[in-house]
């Protein structure tokens, strides 16, 4: 059975920063694509940042140069680095493991900048 577990997820004031992590079980992070992805209240969910199974990555403008994607394929878990951080940043964010075989999604963690 596959697993997606978010953690890292809390209250950071505004410039801060916050670490996010994604551990799988059940499949292997470093041979398929990967993101995380937040929906805020009332919005639909988006797209933060995206790696590739070569290791290629890509950002939501809004996140451009604050926010890092990365990747232990030792550990199976995957990781956004969020640095200086916004009020616009509150959202629940979402791991997501897929390829063209299968989509596979986490329970999020409640990431909230104030204050």
């Known amino acids: 059975q596959v697993q997606l577990v978010e953690s890292g997820g809390g209250l950071a004031q505004p410039g801060g920063s916050l670490r996010l992590s994604c551990a799988a079980s059940?499949?292997?992070?470093?041979?398929?694509?990967m993101g995380w992805y937040r929906q805020a209240p009332g919005k639909q969910r988006e797209p933060v940042a995206i790696?590739?199974?070569?290791?290629?990555?890509s950002y939501a403008d809004s996140v451009k140069g604050r926010f890092t994607i990365s990747r232990d394929n030792a550990k199976n878990t995957a990781y956004l680095q969020m640095n200086s951080l916004k009020p616009e940043d509150t959202a629940v964010y979402f791991c997501?493991?897929?390829?063209?075989?299968?989509?596979?999604w986490g329970q999020g963690t409640q990431v909230t900048v104030s204050s």
């Open positions: 997501r493991l897929f390829s063209g075989r299968f989509d596979y």
């Open positions: 059940g499949i292997l992070f470093s041979s398929n694509a």
């Open positions: 790696m590739n199974s070569f290791g290629g990555t």
